[in-house]
């Protein structure tokens, strides 16, 4: 009886995600601090899945970075989405694959802010019409490219080169997941397994042989906050926010930090670097830190692309030693090298950070 | 018409406030309480007492800014509410009012509206790397400074097409998809919203001797300024 009961629950959080047929929608910031996500994300899908996924020039930001910093009416925010939506039924698309997760949570909010507040969508469908003589469309689904590889977690588990294994213990190497709040915390339903038992990334990491760590700040924000990190006035929110979920999974002794949220992702790497200035700690152990990667850069990795080509070398934490426990084969010569291999230099290297262990 | 009936007008204060039973579990949840002098319930319980007086002191309070928009508080209420949208309404009628100016963090709206507004209309994007200098982005390290300074050659090394024309990574958006972003922004109310803004920012920086074409200093005091 209890059983049935929690398949009753779990069947809420089950999630429609489609097969093929992709529009597909950039992340502000991923653009910025992870390029060789978003080119991974594509290559994946296309050459080693063979999806169609549409790359299209004319969407924009869905602005929710300045609508969560209260910067845009509701009624403006509305009009952009719908442009979006717009532009992927011009382009012949139903369902949209959105690489960011602010964006995934706005689409979420302005879909079930339509179905409860007709006058809303009316609203949007006007503005619309007026200021680009577009029409408005509904997707069928919306599902975060996270979702995506979580659907196809066993089809690229065939394909892996490096599973996520210790190649030194023969352990499954021990992850980190940290799923943004905007995924499922607004409405759990959209997300795979809800907001407390998200397995979207927890799927993909045990699907190709990896273990998840489960400790106490697990579900904790990693502390963007928005206008609490771009003021820099108002940046000790955010770094104390990662340093609470740090501290909470250091016993653990994590292996690697799989995100499936742009911003999550470049705070949990950048503010190791920034507590390890200000306080002097790091949470890898012998001076290092916590290595923090995309899931598409963990998908690449284990599926044998170049780590450099994933852009590994824009992390402020090295994510060498993960690369020597999988056993990955690199060249550590062309990591600070361009396209033509030319010598770009070499960024400094922190003090905090132990020197020794930093000599790739 | 009073500030309560002024709210009830945002379709978010209509859906993040049903009736708030003061359970307290959004501020056990919530990483702005454990930073912050701040307390949702609390929040929550005086916009319901609908009580002008009380509205109009959050309107001008530091108290609106601290929340981080993570919407962990909507996971948690056992009644549906979220404190997260009353938020954002109250957000939206103080900038609407003016009363924005008269709060230390409520003076950042400034800043923001320059740099992320700004990087909308002018590239198509909430953010882009000319932006991200490293002097006001020090926590971001010595390897995103030196990213920062070989940028276009970067950006190229992986597959990114930076400030170009067609698809892809950071690509110029186009001329005619930016005028229709601007036209959205006129249509929808935004550009009337950040005149706003920027005239009642004016008027605050005057009250402290900065002028109109000293506005880059008034930027970054409220930018830094903690």
């Known amino acids: 009886m209890k059983h049935q009961a929690k398949s009753i629950i779990w069947s809420d959080y089950q999630k429609t995600i489609p097969a093929d047929g992709f529009y597909y929608l950039r992340s502000c910031i991923r653009q910025n601090f ?89 609203k949007a469908r006007t503005y619309l019409r007026k200021a680009t003589g577009r029409e408005l469309a509904i997707p069928e689904n919306v599902a975060h490219c996270s979702d995506i590889f979580y659907h196809f977690r066993n089809e690229i588990a065939a394909r892996l080169q490096y599973p996520l294994i210790n190649g030194e213990t023969g352990q499954p190497l021990k992850i980190v997941e940290h799923i943004g709040c905007h995924y499922a915390k607004m409405f759990p339903g959209k997300g795979v397994g809800g907001a407390e038992f998200s397995c979207v990334l927890s799927g993909m990491i045990e699907a190709w042989g990896g273990e998840v760590v489960d400790y106490p700040e697990r579900r904790h924000c990693c502390g963007f906050g ?20 740090f501290e909470s999974m250091e016993p653990y002794r994590p292996d690697a930090i799989i995100c499936n949220c742009p911003g999550c992702t470049m705070f949990l790497d950048k503010w190791q670097y920034t507590i390890g200035e200000l306080e002097g700690k790091t949470y890898g ?76 | 018409m009073t500030l309560y009936e002024m709210l009830q007008r ?61 919407m962990s508080c909507k996971t948690r209420c056992p009644r549906g509410n979220c404190p997260g949208l009353i938020i954002n309404a109250l957000r939206k009628l103080s900038q609407e009012l003016g009363y924005f100016t008269e709060s230390r963090r409520g003076r950042q709206q400034y800043a923001l509206k320059k740099t992320l507004i700004e990087n909308i209309l002018q590239r198509g994007y909430c953010i882009h790397p000319d932006s991200l200098t490293p002097e006001l982005h ?77 506005m880059e200093d008034y930027f970054m005091l409220v930018f830094t300024n903690n």
């Open chain 1, 226 to 245: 928005f206008r609490q990190y771009l003021i820099m006035a108002n940046r000790g929110y955010s770094v104390s926010n990662s340093k609470k979920k």
């Open chain 2, 138 to 214: 020090p926590e971001q390290g010595p390897v995103w400074e030196w990213f920062f300074n070989h940028r276009e050659e970067l950006y190229d090394r992986l597959g990114a097409n930076l400030d170009k024309e067609g698809a892809g990574t950071l690509r110029k958006i186009s001329p005619d998809v930016l005028a229709e972003l601007k036209a959205i922004f006129d249509e929808s109310g935004a550009t009337a919203f950040h005149e706003k803004i920027e005239r009642y920012s004016l008027k605050k920086a005057k009250e402290i001797g900065i002028e109109e074409h000293e």
């Open chain 2, 10 to 70: 945002d379709v978010r204060f209509v859906e993040g406030l049903k009736a708030c039973m003061n359970c307290g579990v959004c501020t056990a949840i919530c990483p702005a309480a454990e930073f912050f002098d701040y307390d949702p319930r609390m929040l929550a319980v005086e916009v319901q007492s609908r009580d002008d007086s009380k509205i109009e002191k959050l309107l001008r309070s530091e108290t609106i800014w601290y929340c981080g928009q993570c």
């Open chain 1, 285 to 360: 152990g012998e001076g290092r830190g916590i290595p923090v990667l995309t899931y598409e850069e963990l998908a690449g990795l284990a599926l044998g692309y170049d780590p450099w080509d994933l852009g590994l070398q824009m992390h402020q934490v090295d994510c060498e030693p993960l690369l020597q426990k999988m056993g990955i084969k690199y060249n550590p010569g062309l990591k600070y090298r361009g396209l033509k291999g030319e010598d770009l230099g070499k960024p400094v290297i922190p003090n905090c950070f132990n020197r020794a262990v930093h000599s790739f």
């Open chain 1, 34 to 122: 992870f390029p060789g996500s978003e080119r991974a994300f594509l290559q994946i899908m296309q050459n080693d899945l063979g999806k169609d996924v549409f790359d299209d020039p004319k969407h924009t930001t869905c602005t929710g970075i300045a609508y969560h910093s209260d910067l845009l009416p509701f009624e403006t925010l509305q009009t952009v989405v719908a442009r979006q939506f717009a532009l992927m039924s011009e382009a012949g698309y139903r369902n949209l694959a959105v690489s960011c997760v602010t964006s995934f949570g706005i689409y979420s909010e302005v879909l079930e802010t339509w179905k409860e507040f007709p006058d809303e969508m009316e």
